[in-house]
């Protein structure tokens, strides 16, 4: 008697440049993956939690870089288009207009 049910998203992916590392925060320009980049936006990554304070601190990661953001909450568009619970940070690279991470 079951039911099939729809699959629920364990874990979202933000991919973009990395604009600017501030105290507590990082922010993320998805630009390059649009096909017009002036219908980019900027999302701001808070950086409390030690998993992504680690990435940024020693991940060797410094403005410019393309990097790919892994969350598991949803992106608050009503406070600077905060992604909230992110896990991590991970240099990407940019490839046939899709960016790819090292696993």
């Given at each position: 008697?079951?039911?099939p049910?729809?699959?629920?998203?364990?874990?979202?992916?933000?991919?973009?440049?990395?604009?600017?590392?501030?105290?507590?925060?990082?922010?993320?320009?998805?630009?390059i993956?649009?096909?017009d980049?002036?219908e980019?936006?900027?999302?701001?990554?808070?950086?409390?939690?030690?998993r992504?304070?680690?990435?940024v601190?020693?991940?060797?990661?410094?403005?410019?870089?393309?990097?790919?953001?892994?969350?598991?909450?949803?992106?608050?568009?009503?406070?600077?288009?905060?992604?909230?619970?992110?896990?991590?940070?991970?240099?990407?690279?940019?490839?046939?207009?899709?960016v790819?991470?090292?696993?």
């Amino acid at each position: 008697n079951a039911v099939p049910a729809e699959p629920e998203v364990y874990e979202y992916r933000l991919a973009g440049t990395l604009t600017a590392i501030e105290d507590g925060y990082v922010l993320i320009d998805d630009a390059i993956l649009c096909k017009d980049p002036k219908e980019g936006m900027i999302f701001k990554v808070p950086t409390e939690d030690i998993r992504v304070r680690r990435c940024v601190e020693f991940g060797g990661l410094k403005e410019g870089d393309i990097v790919v953001v892994s969350f598991r909450g949803d992106i608050d568009v009503e406070n600077e288009n905060t992604i909230r619970d992110a896990r991590g940070i991970e240099r990407g690279f940019l490839e046939d207009g899709s960016v790819y991470t090292l696993e």
